[in-house]
């Protein structure tokens, strides 16, 4: 098989990296194609919506937008894949089957074979495994499951001695690297992220100023909008209704305690898993802390972590510039380069 393979009649391959994550997933491939879709599946709940929507299943921002006649899901939560009924195994599938369809070009029909490297949290790659094997049979002809931090530290090439901290929605994810293949032993994953300061934020908010009515959607907004830990710049002043009514509120001090609520587990978790590595490289990696996932844009959040460091020894944490396609394109240049001996076959 090769990249190009298809004027010589032989299959054309499609090589992809998907991150699967809580809130959003994204998918980067071979051909240069790479999109990024909320993580959540809907199904029509009755005749009526099935009818108004002329679809069995919507996708993405296309789900979020219909919600109200729709069985409404995100396939995964806390870091799990979720198990329980039927549409939960289904709804990991539909998230899966869109996010290659989206890179797939008709011109090759039939013909393009596909391998997929899928990033998921720790977590996930310890239990989930099988129900994702059972998910992308069918969708792609070779697998390989990783961790998402992985994949991270793969695409920037911080193989060897290097921490990769990943807060994204549901899970803030670690991984030490120590110039091989991560084992367990090397991965974290707290279910403490991005929607736990969603609900901190929204309970303080809530139990402060009972009077107004709050959305966790509105919540979630002023969070991606003004949230930081350390200092405060300004005062955050947001708007919300009481009793119809629209009236500002100072939440500035509430913001800083949703978003430090991490920090305390974070920074014990980083240096936990720094002091595990062989005592003579312990300084190497504290001064290669690669921060990523959508909560690493909380302001100010690099720079508490690093002085947390300072108790161990002092080290350097940095920002990683685009945490949006940081997993995706890791798994598509591990992807690339990956021998065969490295990818399950999967019938497809
Ligand atoms: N500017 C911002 N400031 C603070 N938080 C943000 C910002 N932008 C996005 N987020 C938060 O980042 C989280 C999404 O990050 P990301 O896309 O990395 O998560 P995910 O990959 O879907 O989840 P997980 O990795 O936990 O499965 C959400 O909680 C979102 O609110
Ligand atoms: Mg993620």
């Not at 391959?13 to 994204?26: C, E, F, H, N, P």
């Not at 690297?177 to 084992?183: C, I, K, L």
């Not at 139990?207 to 200092?231: C, D, L, N, P």
């Not at 996932?293 to 161990?312: F, H, N, T, W, Y």
Request: proline fraction near 4%; charge should be negative.
């Amino acid at each position: 098989m090769t990249e190009d393979g298809g004027k010589s009649g032989k299959p054309r391959v499609l090589t992809v990296g998907v991150d699967l994550g809580t809130s959003r997933s994204a998918v980067s491939a071979s051909n240069g194609e790479r999109h990024v879709i909320d993580s959540y599946v809907g199904w029509p709940v009755d005749m009526v919506a099935r009818k108004v929507l002329k679809k069995k299943v919507l996708i993405g921002d296309d789900a979020v937008e219909n919600r109200v006649m729709l069985d409404l899901r995100r396939p995964l939560e806390k870091g799990l894949i979720r198990e329980g009924s039927e549409r939960d195994a289904e709804a990991v599938q539909e998230l899966l089957s869109h996010l290659l369809s989206l890179v797939k070009t008709d011109e090759d029909g039939d013909n393009q074979k596909v391998r997929a490297v899928v990033g998921v949290p720790a977590e996930a790659l310890r239990v989930n495994k099988q129900q994702l094997r059972n998910a992308m049979e069918g969708l792609v002809d070779s697998l390989m499951i990783v961790s998402e931090p992985f994949a991270v530290a793969y695409g920037l090439e911080a193989l060897l001695h290097a921490l990769v901290v990943d807060i994204g929605a549901g899970t803030s994810d670690f991984c030490v690297m120590n110039g091989r293949y991560p084992t367990d032993d090397d991965q974290r994953t707290l279910t403490m992220a991005g929607d736990y300061i969603d609900e901190q934020l929204f309970d303080l908010v809530t139990s402060k100023h009972s009077e107004a009515t709050f959305s966790r959607h509105m919540i979630r907004e002023w969070k991606e909008q003004h949230s930081y830990v350390g200092e405060a710049k300004d005062p955050i002043v947001v708007s919300a209704p009481v009793q119809g009514k629209p009236t500002d509120f100072d939440i500035t001090e509430e913001m800083k305690v949703a978003c430090e609520s991490l920090l305390p587990s974070v920074t014990e978790t980083m240096i936990d898993l720094v002091a595990r590595v062989e005592p003579e490289y312990q300084a190497k990696v504290r001064s290669n802390v690669i921060l990523s996932g959508g909560s690493c844009l909380i302001r100010g959040m690099g720079q508490v972590l690093q002085e947390a460091l300072k108790d161990v020894g002092g080290g350097q944490v940095r920002v990683v510039k685009d945490p949006v396609f940081v997993g995706s394109d890791g798994g598509l240049a591990l992807a690339k380069d990956a021998p065969a001996s490295d990818w399950e076959k999967l019938s497809s």
